[in-house]
């Protein structure tokens, strides 16, 4: 068996090209993980900025349905769990990485920029002017919002129960003179007569009203709170 010689140039050249389409490779690979970085980037900067955009352009035909919400859903459950439904501008936490990769999975299947997002979750997680678990939002139109991912733990499962007195004033009311009249029956038997009546329950019971109502009163004009339904949508801290 005769053995083919080496030729050196051949070999040469061989090397050199095999050097180019590795520089290329990674040439490549840089650009991408560069391209990446700036969508990723470009996200960022529309989830921070406060241009009001009231849709985007989805293709219908690739919406979940069991994730498109009607704004008097997304109040309702709001004012239910004294939560706030704010652009995502007023956002203080940081949004997880998960949540850009869904926005960049949407905008690829849609072949669109998305903005206007929208964040549900408690006052304590928002930039509020007065200065637990969000849910991100981005508008479809008509007042329909998409759900397109949520985060953090769960909500207390008493937290609706918390909330339900300041829905409204009724709600208050009711929830003062249940502890009045609880605070009432704490009261020792003959502290302020030898003898217990019926009339001096309910003196002591409303002078306990008197007392609770004005401290609630006082908290809530010295604190600046205010209702469920007048919060929900609000961006001020004392709204």
Known sequence: MILKGTNIEHRLRHIKNKKADGEQILAEVQLILRQDLQWDEQISQQLESKNKVRSNDFDFDLLETDKIFHIDQIKEICIDYRLRFLDSSYFKGKIPQKAISKIKQLEAAH?????????????????????????????????????????????????????????NIANLTLVVLAISYFATLLVPEGLFSKKSSTA?????????????????????FALGKNFNPAIWKSKYFNA
């Open 111 to 167: 072949n669109t920029e998305i903005k206007g997002f929208k964040i549900m979750a408690p006052s304590k997680l928002f930039k509020l002017e007065d200065k637990d678990d969000p849910l991100l939002f981005a508008p479809i139109g008509n007042d329909y919002y998409y759900l397109i991912h949520k985060w953090g733990n769960d909500l207390h499962p008493l937290r609706k129960l918390f909330a339900w007195p300041f829905k």
């Open 200 to 220: 001096e329950f309910w003196i002591i019971y409303f002078f306990m009203f008197k007392c609770l109502a004005s401290i609630v009163i006082f908290y809530g």
